[in-house]
């Protein structure tokens, strides 16, 4: 998995290429919560080259989710390819996160 980030005021944008699963989940969150400081509103993550997510990159998700919304703020899902799509569905997880 390849993560890119760039911070824009209160919105960090991050690119996930590849799989987010038990192998890259947690490095995902500590390099993400490197960048969460207390001004951080938004975190909108760019799916597109996301090719899969396990339980451990859903949980990554929500241990991300539940520090940003200590901020007040959320997280928005841009360009969710089908089988991400269909997890984030089947778990409920469309419910939680913002998805465009």
Do not use: P, W
Request: net charge negative; with cysteine.
């Amino acid at each position: 998995m390849e993560t890119t980030f760039n911070r824009e005021n209160e919105v960090l944008k991050i690119k996930v290429d590849g799989r987010l699963d038990a192998a890259t989940s947690d490095e995902f969150v500590a390099e993400t919560e490197k960048r969460i400081d207390d001004t951080l509103r938004v975190i909108e993550v760019d799916c597109s080259a996301l090719e899969y997510i396990s339980s451990a990159g859903l949980r990554a998700f929500m241990a991300l989710y539940d520090r940003i919304c200590d901020n007040d703020g959320g997280i928005t899902l841009h360009k969710v390819g089908e089988q991400v799509g269909d997890v984030l569905r089947m778990t409920g997880m469309n419910e939680v996160f913002t998805i465009d």
